[in-house]
């Protein structure tokens, strides 16, 4: 049987509580109260929601609003979850090519280089390589239930830090730790304070120019340029070449037909037809026909070699097996700073005659037009205009004279402080050879052997036995 219900009972208001699946909300609705009974009020919905679970991203103002409006019937949004937010991976993103392109470079006006094929690429000490972006963590969240929702926090990028690279303070970039040559190799930007070229210079490789050593295990071929602000060796030839270097020049084998400038020393097995200039000492067994200046010790004494044809311009001496040929091959040989200041009295004095000459021409020139112009009164504009240029002319020359007169008189003060230098030949001087010390000349009309060239007390050379 069933029970007695009292339909005219007062039923009180009834909240129901909805959650979605994921935690991410939370809803209510309230059923209004029936035969007068409890009308809801706001502790009995924080009740409610409390015991169905939820405890998290309440709306405070939406559970006040139904309380005190009497909200009933409707499906109202309660609670909001907070998601979790992930966190990025980190980036990297590199400022250079991983592959070097082997082609030739064209300039910004448009001119491309064919002996220049970009194989070097020359960066210096701070320089940034890469750019990094760090990774962040993201942040947790929370669901209505109060759950933490764990994120996925973001990695580091992968890279490696390559030799003679590092990162910057706070790991944003890549940078270079000294001046080199960048490449890519191991997976990682590595610089190179040597370049070794396996090879030979030649059309697949380019003319070379780097700021450090730069080591070539072949030749340097015809018309190729090797450049560096350290040192340059070369195991093979350099044959109609160029050669450049802030430090020192070693060449194991020849160096025929080509330039060589290095401010160190300078070192070769033989050289031929070329055209030498270092700050420090000159080496090599044998010099044929070439133009050399040389600051520190010219060396040429390799059995059978020596010093044959050309012009060799020396500050610190020259040491050699032989000097000139049986041919009587002209070769000079200047010694010390003095014979070059000699050289250049010489030749200011032949600036002086010839400012002279040109200056007493347009003396001439100026007292014509002057006598022609007292005479008539006027002159013609052109004419006018001949001797205003005549005038100024005159006076730059005289100060162009006075000039060229104070250097004679600097040079003879320093010639006046002899340089004691001399050239050992442990072989044969020829006829044919002429030597320079300080302002005095040398010419050897005789053979002689094992000599020593120098400088005699009343300031002649003289050639005595060693």
Known sequence: MAPNIDLRAPVDSNVLVFIAVN????YVTVDPPINGGKEIN????????????????????MLKRIAQEKIYGERL?????????????????????QNVRIAPVE???????????GLIRTIRKGTVIADITLPTEGSEGKDVRGRVLRQHIGQKAHYTVGTNTELNEDGTQIISSADGNISFRNGAFCVDKVVTIAGDVNSSVGN??????????GEVFEG???????NIMVYGNVNGASLEADGDVIIKKGCINSKIVAHGNVTANFC????????????????????????????????GGGILGGKYTCLNGIEASNIGSKNYTPTLL???????????????LKQIETSSEELEKLALIINFLNDKKKEMHTLPEDKEVILGNACRQKVLLGLEISKLRKRIEEIDISLANKQYLAIDCRGYIYPGVKITINDAVFKVESEYVRTRVSLSSDGTIHAAPL
């Not at 935690?23 to 939370?26: I, L, P």
């Open 23 to 26: 935690g991410s909300e939370a």
């Open 42 to 61: 706001y502790d009995d919905l924080k009740q409610k929601i409390k015991s169905n679970g939820v405890i998290y991203g309440i709306n405070e103002d």
């Open 77 to 97: 949004l309660i609670a909001t979850w907070t998601p979790s937010e992930d966190g990025v991976d980190g980036t990297i993103k590199y400022r250079f090519e």
């Open 107 to 117: 300039d910004d006006k448009g001119f491309v280089d064919y002996k220049n094929l």
């Open 208 to 217: 070379i120019k780097f700021i450090g050593d730069v080591i070539i295990k």
């Open 224 to 230: 190729f340029t090797v450049s560096s602000n350290a």
């Open 272 to 303: 031929e037809h070329s055209n030498i200039e270092c700050d420090g000492d000159l080496s090599a067994s044998s010099f044929v026909i070439c133009d050399v200046y040389c600051g520190g010790i010219l060396s040429a004494k390799g059995n």
């Open 334 to 348: 200047t010694v010390g700073d003095n014979a070059m200041l000699a050289q250049e009295k010489d030749t200011v």
